[in-house]
């Protein structure tokens, strides 16, 4: 089973373009997760077995730092917020559709100059990662064993390679092979998870509330993300 190719939230051209502009500008903290990086994170995220509530996730695309969590003020970083769920919602629509669908998700990531110091889909893989460990943990009850062994081992495959002391030399070509593995990977178990009758990531209101263009929300304010609970216990601060 694949997901329904007929519900498509697909962001335009400029709307992906101000996405990517917007994850490394000033109004975000200055570990803000990338564009390569959120798609791998948000791969990780929209495969867990369980939805994951976007209070949870949210935050740790702003900054891997509580201390770093209130940031921007008033229209920026509502709009960040806005695009960051737009790519969310994109994505819970394109992955699992059939491999021959135009769609379909594949993993992003950025070409690699000479003067780069990281390799190639190596922030795709970190944010991967990160997606993993907002699992709940106890993700597995409910589950059959054979269905958690599968999964597990599966993830365990496209994860090895990036950890293995011979990755540091590994060639482009070598390292797009283990991406598009790793894609396929995020592809099945998406739809596995469907063909189990598993409730699937819905979409999020991606219109922020409105708030003064030099107002950041309050402690006790309604999250700008929508997700209905107070800034402080969503974007406002980390979820561990």
């Known amino acids: ?21 917007m994850l490394t500008s000033d109004v975000v903290p200055e570990d803000c997760m990338n564009l390569e990086m959120l798609d791998g994170f948000l791969a990780g995220v929209l495969i867990s077995p369980q939805p994951i509530p976007v209070e949870r996730w949210l935050p740790a695309v702003w900054s891997a730092h509580e201390d770093s ?12 917020i806005r695009l960051v769920l737009a790519y969310h919602n994109e ?3 394109t992955l699992g559709l059939d491999d021959d669908d135009e769609h379909c998700w594949e993993p992003f990531c950025f070409a690699i100059t000479e003067a780069d110091t990281i390799k190639l889909g ?13 699992w709940r943990k106890d993700w597995r009850e409910g589950l059959a064993e054979d269905v958690v062994e599968a999964v ?54 991606a219109e922020a509330p409105a708030a003064p263009a030099a107002a950041e929300p309050g402690r006790n304010d309604a999250c700008p993300c929508g997700s209905g609970k107070k800034y402080k216990k969503c974007c406002g601060a980390l979820n561990s």
């Open 1 to 21: 089973m694949s997901n329904d190719s007929g519900n498509l939230l697909l962001m335009s051209d400029e709307a992906f373009e101000a996405l990517e502009e």
């Open 69 to 80: 969590m209130s940031f921007g003020a008033g229209k920026g970083v509502q709009k960040a």
């Open 91 to 93: 994505m819970i629509t």
């Open 122 to 134: 190596e922030e795709w893989m970190e944010g991967f990662t990160q997606g993993l460990e907002a």
């Open 152 to 205: 597990q081992e599966t993830l365990n495959t496209v994860l090895a390679p990036w950890q293995d002391e011979a990755a540091g030399v590994a060639d482009d070509e070598t390292r797009l092979g283990w991406l598009s593995a790793a894609g396929e990977a995020v592809n099945d178990i998406f739809s596995h998870w469907r063909d189990m009758a598993l409730p699937a990531p819905q979409p999020l209101s």
